[in-house]
């Protein structure tokens, strides 16, 4: 069995190192043709472009992808440059007429995506000709030797219940170099999917086959982030079941995560483009949802016939009344642990690091204000975005609607959510997202604290104060704080993922939906003692 | 100002300090020769197992002392000149208090067994037990067996700690059965196959004789009592249970006899000094309760309730319902009222047992004879609501009520199969009774009455 394991471990490391590998492959270049018929689809009316195009990649030469984008993101800056010394030009001529033509023929969008765009149609090589294989030896290579590493736990870690031995000896899960390590790969990997899409193109041609049989499109580079997103979900969610075949409620919610994801986050947008139908994620609430009150997605939706508009006003009812009233009945656990994407990940990637998350009040004081100021931005944000969409007027006071959405997008979207949201697992626990930044957890954490039948009960004075239930924690709650009172735990960030109450050795704590009465309890003398002491101390 | 002092910070000293501090302004001076900082003693364990690391295990923060003004002095205390009201310090220093709580727990037993003081012998009670360990069994290289003398729940904790590192262990157990003074067979017997599900060499009705040493003073082999067999071994751990820590009090004028003497209102003999948690013992047992009660919670309520009496509500140490919790390896055990094993079984008592075919499941539920009155149970691998048992023990229940409304005590997480039906229909067909089973009530859970 140990053999297996380790050679899983082998396996699935020459698939990174296949994986990592596959970036520098291939070649880039146009045909003539091709160029013509990438101008035409785009439809620039740059007078400039093509011929900088033409001179840039347009050659025998073999480009590799950071050559062929660099060469790319020139030609257009060369194009822009071009018309921008004409601006210039006229500007100080005076000549406003000339002036005000010259803009037309920028050429907008990020230098990476629009290489993104041309090494998706230049790209030759082993991705992109050797698709099967290549896929094989990367992410067939990392499937196999993740479930032979994983699935021999199921004799070797012995008998079902709690196997965290040796957690904080192991350099991957207690900050050791292969941490550090795992940090500096997401990292790496998230600044390149959301800013350097075309360094990863060759990533894109593997998943290619896939994208066209389920939308009938060739990969995008979000395809290919949710296709790693599902696959690694599902190896890892192998893991969780394995790890927890003693607890049912953790089998249960891996499963609902799991189940939304593939389905809810992956298929059904990706067959809703198959039938020209707008790319929407049903279970993916505003504000976390920030984009889905931007002009553009309301443009869309409105101009999709009778199903844009179901989208749109099932996108408002889930977020005013489906959410909160969820949130009453189960606590938000029915959102985070259980049915979101970036939960699910959290839960099933995440979990090894649960742990890391920091406990103290400092980061409890530094949570609630990231957090909450991240809920003002969006809703600030989104106030833009209505009235510009209603008004037609592009800023408010000066400031442009598009240039707050950028910032957000940029910001909270991209950096947050993404590089540092799941980048940081490794150093500061699986919820860093969900923790300080995503703004639809705030929101239901106002219900869940306020307005709620969730709660986490103590079970009377059995709390021995362990810190199992502290340092398991995934969103950094210092549940021990309560347990050992005898205080329920009832808290805004608590996503319910029951591990707390799966790890306590002795029986102390229960996610349960109860009465509302009692549901908050302070208490000073724990229950076990004398009960007149305990009446009259408790009612002071 | 008023000076407190306590000499110990383990669970009860570091209650009845927090409980003195939200009641009154006194100066308070916690005395420590083991940690600078409050630690949990149940949880270090997990530190060795790899599944928390020290700081961890410290409930409070480090600046939590200074915010509520509790000072915390590192010392080992040498004596006390209750006369001077002072204490006196190994090195020479003194402090003198106006009230003084002594609370300095335990300390492993040794029973002059030959070879006790030996290098790689040690018990697994104090932060200085987890460094010994490290250092002595840091991995199965280092520690080829390790043996452990004493079936009680520190045992078997230290097994499961060795056997997470794959260090061979056996397990030496004076009882017949494991912890059977305690447990009814049917759950003794249990814990016994899952111990050696877990590949520790249980050995049952085995006594230590001695241990031997290497030419290094170092550990080197057990011999058993019984068999004269010798037993190569690298680490011994002593777990045969723990008597108060108060070598220190002999010349001090304060009553002791196994532990420090004190009165319902936890009072030694000499006034203003009081005695708390494991090294407190009553002149009188408190009902069914053994004079010295070296438990976590017992000790946590002594605190709570000197801290009364501390702050000028003169307060008696009446502790409600028994109750108490371990875990054996995998299987977690909550006990709640008074369950005697069949050793120590009252002339009243009766039990009703169930245990699960497969799974690791069982519970014994105690009851009266010739009333039906509930008295207790002991529960195995299924959680069960403190607050519901101690209402059902206050308010006297049949056992035919307990389990009618058993739904309502049960405390596994969501979505985990209940075992009432079975479990009520066994006691059904063992007395020809025709319980049905209720369904959990919210409304009857959290009922006053």
């Known amino acids: 069995m140990k053999a297996i394991k380790q050679s899983g471990l082998v396996i699935f490391l020459i698939g990174l190192v296949f994986f990592i590998g596959t970036i520098f492959t291939g070649s880039f270049s146009l045909s003539p043709t091709d160029l013509d018929t990438f101008i035409k689809e785009k439809n620039y009316k740059s007078t400039v472009i093509k011929s900088a195009l033409e001179k840039a990649i347009v050659t025998s030469e073999d480009l590799n992808i950071f050559q062929f984008s660099s060469r790319v993101t020139k030609a257009y800056e060369s194009s822009n440059l071009y018309y921008d010394n004409l601006i210039q030009k006229y500007n100080k001529e005076k000549n406003w007429k000339e002036k005000g033509k010259q803009y037309q023929y920028k050429i907008s969008g990020k230098p990476h995506s629009l290489s993104f765009g041309l090494a998706k149609k230049a790209g030759k090589g082993l991705a992109a000709e050797h698709t099967g294989l290549m896929w094989f030896l990367t992410f067939g290579l990392g499937i196999i030797g993740a479930l032979l590493f994983i699935v021999p736990d199921v004799v070797l870690l012995g008998k079902p219940g709690i196997k965290n031995d040796g957690i904080y000896l192991s350099a991957a899960t207690n900050r050791g170099w292969i941490g550090w390590f795992a940090f500096v790969f997401l990292v790496t990997f998230y600044i390149l999917l959301y800013f350097y899409p075309d360094f990863i193109v060759n990533w894109v041609f593997l998943v290619d086959p896939i994208s066209l049989s389920i939308s009938g499109n060739p990969a995008s580079q979000w395809f290919?982030?949710?296709?790693?997103?599902?696959?690694?979900?599902?190896?890892?969610?192998?893991?969780?079941?394995?790890?927890?075949?003693?607890?049912?409620?953790?089998?249960?919610?891996?499963?609902?995560?799991?189940?939304?994801?593939?389905?809810?986050?992956?298929?059904?947008?990706?067959?809703?483009?198959?039938?020209?139908?707008?790319?929407?994620?049903?279970?993916n609430a505003f504000p976390l949802d920030y984009d889905f009150f931007f002009r553009w997605n309301l443009d869309e939706l409105l101009s999709s016939g009778g199903f844009g508009l179901f989208i749109l006003v099932w996108g408002?009812?889930?977020?005013?009344?489906?959410?909160?009233?969820?949130?009453?009945?189960?606590?938000?656990?029915?959102?985070?642990?259980?049915?979101?994407?970036?939960?699910?990940?959290?839960?099933?990637?995440?979990?090894?690091?649960?742990?890391?998350?920091?406990?103290?009040?400092?980061?409890?004081?530094?949570?609630?204000?990231?957090?909450?100021?991240?809920?003002?931005?969006?809703?600030?944000?989104?106030?833009?975005?209505?009235?510009?969409?209603?008004?037609?007027?592009?800023?408010?006071?000066?400031?442009?609607?598009?240039?707050?959405?950028?910032?957000?997008?940029?910001?909270?979207?991209?950096?947050?959510?993404?590089?540092?949201?799941?980048?940081?697992?490794?150093?500061?626990?699986?919820?860093?997202?969900?923790?300080?930044?995503?703004?639809?957890?705030?929101?239901?954490?106002?219900?869940?604290?306020?307005?709620?039948?969730?709660?986490?009960?103590?079970?009377?004075?059995?709390?021995?104060?362990?810190?199992?239930?502290?340092?398991?924690?995934?969103?950094?709650?210092?549940?021990?704080?309560?347990?050992?009172?005898?205080?329920?735990?009832?808290?805004?960030?608590?996503?319910?993922?029951?591990?707390?109450?799966?790890?306590?050795?002795?029986?102390?704590?229960?996610?349960?939906?109860?009465?509302?009465?009692?549901?908050?309890?302070?208490?000073?003398?724990?229950?076990?003692?004398?009960?007149?002491?305990?009446?009259?101390?408790?009612?002071? | 100002?008023?000076?407190?002092?306590?000499?110990?910070?383990?669970?009860?000293?570091?209650?009845?300090?927090?409980?003195?501090?939200?009641?009154?302004?006194?100066?308070?001076?916690?005395?420590?020769?083991?940690?600078?900082?409050?630690?949990?003693?149940?949880?270090?364990?997990?530190?060795?197992?790899?599944?928390?690391?020290?700081?961890?295990?410290?409930?409070?923060?480090?600046?939590?002392?200074?915010?509520?003004?509790?000072?915390?002095?590192?010392?080992?205390?040498?004596?006390?000149?209750?006369?001077?009201?002072?204490?006196?310090?190994?090195?020479?220093?003194?402090?003198?208090?106006?009230?003084?709580?002594?609370?300095?727990?335990?300390?492993?037993?040794?029973?002059?067994?030959?070879?006790?003081?030996?290098?790689?012998?040690?018990?697994?009670?104090?932060?200085?037990?987890?460094?010994?360990?490290?250092?002595?069994?840091?991995?199965?290289?280092?520690?080829?067996?390790?043996?452990?003398?004493?079936?009680?729940?520190?045992?078997?904790?230290?097994?499961?700690?060795?056997?997470?590192?794959?260090?061979?262990?056996?397990?030496?157990?004076?009882?017949?059965?494991?912890?059977?003074?305690?447990?009814?067979?049917?759950?003794?017997?249990?814990?016994?196959?899952?111990?050696?599900?877990?590949?520790?060499?249980?050995?049952?009705?085995?006594?230590?004789?001695?241990?031997?040493?290497?030419?290094?003073?170092?550990?080197?082999?057990?011999?058993?009592?019984?068999?004269?067999?010798?037993?190569?071994?690298?680490?011994?751990?002593?777990?045969?249970?723990?008597?108060?820590?108060?070598?220190?009090?002999?010349?001090?004028?304060?009553?002791?006899?196994?532990?420090?003497?004190?009165?319902?209102f936890l009072e030694t003999n000499v006034k203003d000094i009081y005695a708390i948690g494991d090294c407190a013992e009553q002149h009188e047992a408190i009902g069914q309760r053994r004079n010295i009660e070296a438990v976590w919670y017992t000790g946590r309520m002594m605190g709570e309730t000197l801290a009364q009496t501390i702050c000028g509500t003169k307060t008696e140490y009446k502790p409600g319902n028994w109750f108490n919790s371990a875990k054996f390896l995998d299987i977690e055990y909550q006990t709640y009222g008074w369950v005697f094993s069949e050793r120590g079984k009252q002339e009243n008592e009766a039990y009703f047992q169930w245990q699960h075919p497969v799974d690791q499941k069982c519970i014994t539920i105690s009851f009266d004879k010739t009333t039906h009155q509930f008295l207790g149970i002991n529960t195995f691998g299924i959680r069960m609501r403190h607050e519901i048992f101690d209402k059902w023990l206050t308010g006297q229940k049949s056992i035919e009520y307990i389990l009618e409304y058993l739904a309502d005590a049960n405390f596994d997480p969501e979505f985990y199969k209940l075992h009432e039906p079975e479990i009520v229909a066994k006691f059904n067909q063992e007395n020809n009774t025709n319980i049905q089973p209720k369904k959990k009530s919210w409304k009857r859970i959290f009922s006053k009455t």
């Open chain 2, 1 to 264: 100002m008023e000076h407190i002092v306590i000499i110990g910070n383990g669970i009860s000293g570091v209650t009845a300090a927090r409980h003195i501090r939200k009641n009154s302004d006194k100066k308070i001076t916690i005395v420590s020769a083991e940690s600078k900082y409050f630690f949990s003693r149940t949880a270090l364990m997990y530190v060795y197992m790899g599944h928390m690391k020290f700081e961890h295990t410290q409930p409070y923060e480090n600046w939590f002392w200074k915010k509520n003004n509790i000072e915390l002095k590192q010392g080992f205390v040498s004596a006390i000149h209750s006369d001077k009201k002072q204490l006196a310090f190994k090195n020479g220093e003194t402090l003198s208090f106006d009230k003084l709580i002594i609370a300095t727990g335990s300390k492993p037993n040794k029973f002059g067994w030959p070879g006790q003081d030996l290098e790689g012998v040690m018990g697994m009670y104090h932060k200085q037990d987890l460094e010994k360990l490290e250092k002595y069994a840091p991995d199965n290289t280092a520690c080829n067996r390790a043996v452990i003398v004493g079936g009680g729940l520190i045992g078997i904790e230290l097994a499961e700690m060795l056997r997470s590192r794959k260090i061979p262990v056996t397990f030496l157990v004076r009882e017949a059965s494991f912890w059977n003074g305690v447990l009814p067979a049917q759950e003794s017997k249990m814990i016994n196959e899952h111990i050696q599900e877990h590949h520790i060499d249980l050995r049952l009705s085995t006594n230590l004789k001695e241990i031997k040493t290497d030419e290094n003073g170092r550990v080197k082999a057990v011999i058993i009592e019984e068999t004269g067999e010798e037993l190569a071994c690298n680490v011994v751990g002593l777990t045969a249970g723990v008597t108060p820590n108060i070598d220190f009090l002999k010349e001090s004028g304060i009553e002791i006899g196994r532990g420090v003497k004190v009165n319902r």
């Open chain 1, 316 to 540: 408002v009812v889930l977020t005013v009344l489906v959410v909160p009233i969820m949130v009453y009945f189960f606590g938000k656990r029915w959102y985070c642990s259980w049915v979101c994407g970036c939960g699910g990940l959290a839960e099933t990637l995440g979990d090894p690091y649960r742990q890391l998350s920091s406990k103290t009040l400092l980061s409890w004081k530094f949570e609630r204000i990231v957090i909450h100021s991240v809920l003002i931005f969006v809703l600030v944000m989104t106030g833009f975005a209505l009235y510009t969409f209603f008004s037609g007027a592009s800023q408010i006071i000066g400031i442009k609607t598009q240039t707050i959405q950028d910032i957000y997008g940029f910001l909270i979207g991209s950096i947050f959510a993404g590089v540092i949201g799941t980048g940081f697992y490794p150093i500061f626990g699986n919820r860093v997202w969900c923790r300080f930044g995503c703004p639809l957890a705030a929101y239901l954490g106002f219900i869940q604290r306020f307005k709620s039948k969730f709660r986490i009960t103590t079970n009377g004075g059995q709390c021995i104060s362990c810190g199992n239930c502290s340092t398991y924690c995934e969103q950094g709650i210092d549940v021990r704080a309560y347990a050992q009172k005898g205080e329920n735990i009832v808290r805004s960030s608590c996503v319910g993922c029951g591990v707390c109450s799966a790890v306590c050795p002795r029986g102390v704590l229960k996610l349960e939906n109860g009465p509302e009465d009692g549901r908050i309890n302070p208490t000073e003398i724990l229950l076990g003692n004398d009960i007149n002491l305990m009446e009259l101390v408790n009612k002071k």
């Open chain 1, 224 to 283: 290919l982030y949710g296709f790693l997103y599902c696959t690694v979900m599902s190896v890892m969610a192998v893991r969780m079941y394995i790890k927890y075949r003693h607890n049912k409620y953790q089998i249960l919610r891996t499963t609902s995560v799991l189940f939304f994801q593939i389905v809810f986050a992956f298929l059904i947008p990706e067959i809703l483009v198959r039938f020209e139908k707008p790319w929407y994620d049903f279970k």
